[in-house]
């Protein structure tokens, strides 16, 4: 069984490997794996939801299942909880390390060398103790759980360094107490110290969690689309029931303003949806019976009776929050270079923490045991693990959510790293330049004004007898052009001929209905269409005349048409630097005169499905990086073997595993928004590893003293602390842009 799981107690990237061995060790678990940015967990497993659970609280953390808006709604509650909380436990530290500080400043803190000062001392010590255990006590568990099994994090740090500033404090004032007279730089006490460390750290904590909850509002959206109830119609009786309660073939009556509450088609009604939410189009559908509808989208002003044809995970919505939800649990290489640095971080700081209190107190002026504890425990409470593990997470989690909001599926995180490097793009033609069916593009009539309406509503009659993907295309010109379906003429005789077309008697009269050769065995005389049938042809359109009585009465041009934004969205790839190339099985004419509409110059026509891997191949042997655009199904080796592979899918195409990103909507303008979706997303990444790397390399030497000798000066510890809140909360804040991107493009 596949699970998912709201992960609590989990603050950093060692958390997270300190989780990740306890799952890996637990015979029950069989796969996993843990998103840092948003704190979750997906399990696969033969045990059962309060086993794993059992497995991660064994790891030292809790965990709530997420399954449905009941689970997500649990879960918003617990997060608003927890961040409610450490922003109270926050403010009770900071209030009394201010307190604190405060009356250190304005002399009002008796020196420990007189038994005033010793009380005070130990009034004082006693009350940030118990301050550090009302609010931090998580932290200092957390560090006891970690050290035990010898995989430390950042709790590890963060007690170290105040545990150590007050058991400093604390000892020296046992030896104050014990009559011992010590020289006055070294009567100082770091209570406040550890109180204030701890209350930025939490203070970041909270700014963090709330800054971090925006990350996830593309999945919460998407889970929220759709309703909790529906009213399903059973015979004459209409019933609201959860939509768990629906099955398959059942009908359900849609309101107007209502959301679509599953997957299915319209019985009966019409009315105008929006699918903006599932494919970034602003345009409302016109659906009519025997449309699809997809879940969550939402009603217009009409009423439908629908059928359920999906249901559960099977529906496109869940397919698309699974899809999302696996992207952002990914890690592309930048990211797994960042795991490998944060794997040995700690420990690194730790040694560093050692080796510097060494130094102060072997070479430093006196007091040196004062400067030892107080470099030791600044450099553990600085350095920050934290902005490493979430600098790549958090921006893919920001990036693949965002990238749903716009119709589109980003189903590896690698394919945002690809997507920059990409100098070719090569495009399926058929349902992917074009729309995929063909469809009526010019007509003539040569016979009178008062015979146009006989002549359509004959054409209508005679074409819907045959399965010709043509005939099907005359038939929807017919019908476009307002000929009415049920007002048919008699047709006396009807013959299909392959190849040529149709023939048939109507009111005693011969009609003819195919192409050039049809008219000619037949000695149709078409010299009255032959400038029209020549430009045509010359732009690789299908020709049908159409002949009564040995007479031509029309012509019409057929041709798969290209979609209305395919020009557009070519011209914006060509100004971004890239070669564009249009490869088709269809014959080298119809696939130049497509690319000529579009403006593609490169065309490699007349391939079938299985040798356009081998086009991918030689591109790429050639040093192209190469990205594929197709329907996902035909092109689906192309797709696989290309560097980056963009299937455009409607529908249950969603379900096409075969390419890196899929463009839910059927345009293609969708490719440029992914790419730049995907270069804005590694920019970011790169922003915060940068930013990360950085904030330690300049921090940690700072904290150590590095500008004593120079300056004479030492980081306040208590500094040092609201210094690494923020660098998280920089990271969290910086991958938050993303949800800006403009892309309008």
């Known amino acids: 069984?596949?699970?998912?799981?709201?992960?609590?107690?989990?603050?950093?990237?060692?958390?997270?490997?300190?989780?990740?061995?306890?799952l890996a060790s637990n015979a029950i678990i069989d796969d996993f794996s843990v998103n840092f940015a948003d704190r979750s967990l997906s399990v696969s497993s033969s045990g059962t939801v309060a086993q794993v659970i059992a497995v991660v609280e064994a790891a030292g953390y809790g965990a709530i299942e997420i399954t449905d808006s009941a689970g997500l709604a649990q879960v918003q509650r617990a997060e608003q909880q927890h961040y409610q909380k450490t922003l109270s436990r926050s403010l009770l530290a900071l209030g009394l390390g201010a307190v604190l500080m405060l009356q250190m400043w304005l002399g009002w803190m008796p020196s420990i060398n007189h038994i005033n000062g010793i009380l005070v001392g130990a009034i004082t010590g006693l009350l940030t103790l118990l301050i550090m255990y009302i609010c931090?006590?998580?932290?200092?568990?957390?560090?006891?759980?970690?050290?035990?099994?010898?995989?430390?994090?950042?709790?590890?740090?963060?007690?170290?360094?105040?545990?150590?500033?007050?058991?400093?404090?604390?000892?020296?004032?046992?030896?104050?107490?014990?009559?011992?007279?010590?020289?006055?730089?070294?009567?100082?006490?770091?209570?406040?110290a550890s109180v204030m460390i701890l209350g930025f750290i939490l203070l970041g904590q909270a700014l963090e969690a709330k800054a971090r909850k925006k990350t996830g509002d593309a999945v919460r959206s998407l889970m929220q689309l759709q309703p909790s109830t529906a009213l399903r119609v059973r015979g004459s009786e209409e019933k609201e029931v959860a939509i768990e309660l629906l099955s398959l073939q059942d009908f359900v009556r849609v309101r107007p303003g209502e959301s679509i509450p599953v997957d299915g088609a319209v019985v009966s009604g019409e009315t105008y949806i929006d699918e903006s939410m599932l494919t970034g189009e602003s345009e409302p559908v016109h659906k009519v019976q025997g449309d699809n509808l997809v879940g969550g989208t939402l009603n217009g002003s009409g009423s439908l009776l629908m059928r359920v044809e999906q249901i559960g995970s099977q529906t496109v919505l869940a397919q698309i929050i699974e899809s999302v939800r696996e992207a952002q649990n990914c890690k592309p290489e930048l990211g797994k270079l960042a795991d490998k640095?944060?794997?040995?971080?700690?420990?690194?700081?730790?040694?560093?923490?050692?080796?510097?209190?060494?130094?102060?107190?072997?070479?430093?002026?006196?007091?040196?045991?004062?400067?030892?504890?107080?470099?030791?425990?600044?450099?553990?409470?600085?350095?920050?693990?934290?902005?490493?593990?979430?600098?790549?997470?958090?921006?893919?989690?920001?990036?693949?959510?965002?990238?749903?909001?716009?119709?589109?599926l980003i189903r590896n995180a690698d394919a945002l790293q690809v997507a920059e490097r990409v100098t070719t793009v090569v495009f399926d033609k058929t349902g992917t330049v074009t729309e995929g069916k063909p469809a009526v593009t010019n007509q003539v009539y040569v016979c009178g004004r008062d015979s146009i309406g006989y002549v359509t509503q004959a054409v209508l009659t005679i074409q819907s007898r045959s399965e010709h993907p043509l005939a099907s295309a005359l038939c929807a010109s017919m019908l476009a052009e307002g000929v009415n379906k049920d007002d048919k003429v008699a047709v006396d005789a009807f013959e299909s001929m392959s190849g040529l077309g149709v023939s048939a008697t109507v009111a005693g009269a011969d009609w003819l209905i195919g192409n050039a050769a049809?008219?000619?065995?037949?000695?149709?005389?078409?010299?009255?269409?032959?400038?029209?049938?020549?430009?045509?042809?010359?732009?690789?359109?299908?020709?049908?005349?159409?002949?009564?009585?040995?007479q031509v009465v029309a012509l019409f041009a057929i041709a798969d048409r290209v979609k209305s934004d395919s020009k557009s969205a070519i011209e914006t790839l060509k100004k971004a630097g890239l070669e564009i190339i249009l490869l088709s099985g269809d014959n080298q004419l119809t696939?130049?005169?497509?690319?000529?509409?579009?403006?593609?110059?490169?065309?490699?026509?007349?391939?079938?499905?299985?040798?356009?891997?081998?086009?991918?191949?030689?591109?790429?042997?050639?040093?192209?990086?190469?990205?594929?655009?197709?329907?996902?199904?035909n092109d689906a080796p192309a797709l696989a073997q290309a560097d980056l592979g963009y299937a455009i899918g409607t529908g249950s195409d969603i379900a096409i595993a075969s390419a890196d990103v899929t463009l839910i909507s059927g345009s293609i303008t969708r490719v440029s928004k992914a790419m730049a979706i995907s270069k804005a997303t590694v920019k970011n990444i790169k922003q915060n590893l940068f930013g990360a790397f950085i904030y330690n390399a300049v921090a940690i030497p700072v904290a150590a003293g590095v500008l004593f000798p120079f300056i004479g000066v030492l980081l306040n510890p208590a500094i040092a602390g609201a210094v690494m809140a923020m660098s998280s909360i920089t990271v969290v804040s910086n991958a938050n842009r993303l949800r800006w991107l403009r892309i309008d493009r």
């Open 341 to 408: 640095i944060a794997s040995f971080f700690v420990p690194l700081v730790m040694f560093f923490s050692a080796l510097t209190g060494l130094i102060w107190f072997n070479l430093g002026p006196e007091p040196q045991l004062t400067y030892a504890v107080i470099t030791m425990m600044t450099v553990l409470i600085i350095a920050c693990p934290c902005a490493l593990g979430l600098a790549t997470p958090m921006s893919v989690m920001v990036a693949v959510g965002r990238a749903a909001s716009e119709g589109i």
């Open 591 to 633: 696939a130049e005169a497509i690319a000529r509409e579009v403006g593609i110059e490169r065309v490699i026509a007349d391939v079938k499905p299985e040798q356009k891997q081998k086009v991918i191949q030689d591109l790429q042997a050639q040093g192209d990086v190469v990205a594929m655009v197709g329907d996902g199904i």
């Open 518 to 550: 049809l008219m000619a065995e037949h000695g149709v005389d078409c010299d009255a269409v032959l400038p029209q049938a020549k430009q045509w042809a010359s732009e690789a359109r299908s020709l049908v005349y159409i002949a009564r009585a040995k």
């Open 136 to 192: 931090a006590r998580h932290i200092y568990q957390g560090a006891w759980r970690s050290a035990r099994k010898l995989n430390f994090n950042m709790d590890s740090l963060i007690a170290l360094g105040t545990g150590a500033a007050w058991i400093y404090s604390t000892g020296i004032l046992v030896v104050s107490s014990a009559g011992v007279t010590l020289p006055e730089p070294a009567t100082h006490l770091y209570y406040e």
């Open 1 to 22: 069984m596949l699970y998912r799981f709201s992960l609590q107690g989990v603050k950093c990237a060692g958390c997270v490997r300190s989780l990740e061995k306890g």
